[in-house]
């Protein structure tokens, strides 16, 4: 497994920027720009990007590390769900409200989207979206087209702007949940490696 702490860095810095760019300009007005610019084709669109982070891209990473690991991949099925417990627990206790409660006006209703109000922060998308590609491009082959890498770090920030279209979260929550799933994935890399449950 290769991903380089470098390259977690490197979103992370990305990440951390877009925060100073939310403090700078304003949390809620980013959300509600992003929320106005809006067309039919995006609506569907975005609807499909968002249910990415949902099955697809975490049973295409449990399956590759499956492939690629063998059985020492239950571990990593083992720290997304972790993951997942965690994000809600956190969603629960924190209890921040979504657009829909914050933004009632500006929120628009779209076909095969149902409006959550509550239990905004962190967006559980976003972070299994940044988890689960941390996870898949550790696992993938050198020689593999690089086309692979890059198109599913360019889903991951989709699916967190996705999130923020659909008027389901605010600029805040998919920060928040892009870093947490990083660290989180950093946090599981380093320990199986201090436990030699993978190499390096």
């Keep these: 497994m290769t991903f380089p702490l470098r390259q977690i860095k490197v979103f992370s810095i990305l990440i951390l920027g877009l925060l100073l760019l939310g403090i700078f300009f ?19 669109g975005m609807v499909y990007i968002s249910k990415w982070a949902e099955w697809p ?8 590390s499956f492939y690629v ?3 020492k991949a239950w571990i990593w099925a083992l720290a997304f769900a972790i993951e997942g ?9 924190i209890n921040w409200p979504r657009p829909a409660i914050k933004f009632p006006e500006q ?22 979206a940044f988890f689960g590609t941390a996870l898949f491009v550790s696992l993938l082959k050198p020689q593999w087209p690089r086309a692979i890498k890059y198109s599913s770090i360019f889903l991951a920030f989709a699916v967190g702007y996705s999130r ?13 949940g892009a870093l947490i799933g990083l660290w989180l994935y950093t946090g599981f890399y380093q320990y199986f490696r201090y436990k030699k449950w993978i190499n390096p």
């Excluded at 417990?85 to 206790?93: C, E, G, H």
């Excluded at 628009?108 to 905004?120: D, P, V």
Aim: charged share 15%; no cysteine; net charge negative.
């Design 107 to 128: 929120v628009r209703e779209i076909s095969g989207i149902t409006l959550s109000q509550w239990k905004a922060f962190p967006s559980g998308h976003t972070a299994a």
């Design 26 to 44: 304003g949390f809620d007005k980013i959300t509600l720009s992003i929320m106005a610019h809006h067309h039919e084709v995006l609506d569907i």
């Design 85 to 93: 417990v965690l994000i809600q627990l956190a969603k629960i206790w």
């Design 57 to 64: 891209l975490i049973a295409i990473s449990i399956i590759l």
């Design 69 to 71: 690991l063998g059985k």
């Design 164 to 176: 923020i279209y659909l008027g389901q979260h605010s600029f805040e929550d998919v920060l928040a």
